[in-house]
Nanobody, 124 residues
């Protein structure tokens, strides 16, 4: 059973940076493509970023492109999301997802496993 645990969320001010982590256990991390999504109150879960299982290929959502970087450390079974120049519109619960595939995907339905989420709140 693959388990994902996100961490690193918190309350920050607009313009600040924040780094999220997602630790994966119970599976072969290097066989999983990973993704970050977010969900604000009353809204659907939104694609943020994805990374291939090798870490070579990454892809970003339009709303965060240029401000976030996804990376992974296969030795530590962890995927990261570095977020810069945060805006109040970035306020959401951030989730990481894993899929048994070579590359990630922007659709939530493509993911096999999810973490419980970590809250990010950006004040103006």
């Amino acid at each position: 059973q693959v388990q994902l645990v996100e961490s690193g969320g918190g309350l920050v001010q607009a313009g600040d940076s924040l780094s999220l982590s997602c630790a994966v256990s119970g599976g072969t991390f290097s066989s999983l493509a990973m993704g970050w999504f977010r969900q604000a109150p009353g809204k659907e879960r939104e694609f943020v970023a994805t990374i291939s299982r090798s870490g070579v290929s990454t892809y970003y959502g339009d709303s965060v492109k240029g401000r976030v970087t996804i990376s992974r450390d296969n030795a530590k079974n962890t995927v990261y999301l570095q977020m810069n120049s945060l805006k109040p519109a970035d306020t959401a619960v951030y989730y990481c997802g894993a899929r048994q595939a070579i590359v990630g995907h922007s659709a939530t339905s493509a993911y096999d496993y999810w973490g419980q989420g970590t809250q990010v709140t950006v004040s103006s």
